[in-house]
Nanobody
């Protein structure tokens, strides 16, 4: 069973930065894709960014492109989401998920981290 443990997040002023971590363990996770999603109050969970473990290829949603960067540290089995120039609309609970491919639909994921709150004040 693959396990994902998240860390990071918190409260930051608009324009600030935060870094989220998602540490993976378990069988075969290096053949998978790790994706970050976020869910704001009253809204559906939405895709933010994804990275392929095998080759490091990344994909980032347009609304955060140029501000958020997804990366991986193979030796630490960890995927990061560096978030810069944060805006109040980035406020949400952020989740990392694992799947064999990159899917924008969160219903396709069964392996999730515990979630971490990111709050951006104006």
């Amino acid at each position: 069973q693959v396990q994902l443990v998240q860390s990071g997040g918190g409260l930051v002023q608009a324009g600030g930065s935060l870094k989220l971590s998602c540490a993976a363990s378990g069988p075969a996770f290096r053949t998978y894709v790790t994706a970050w999603f976020r869910q704001a109050p009253g809204k559906k969970r939405e895709f933010v960014a994804g990275i392929w473990w095998k080759n490091g290829r990344t994909q980032v949603v347009d609304s955060v492109k140029g501000r958020f960067t997804i990366s991986r540290a193979n030796d630490q089995n960890t995927v990061y989401l560096q978030m810069n120039s944060l805006k109040p609309e980035d406020t949400a609970v952020y989740y990392c998920g694992l799947n064999t491919g990159l899917y924008y639909n969160p219903d396709m994921y069964i392996n999730w981290g515990q979630g971490t709150q990111v709050t951006v004040s104006s």
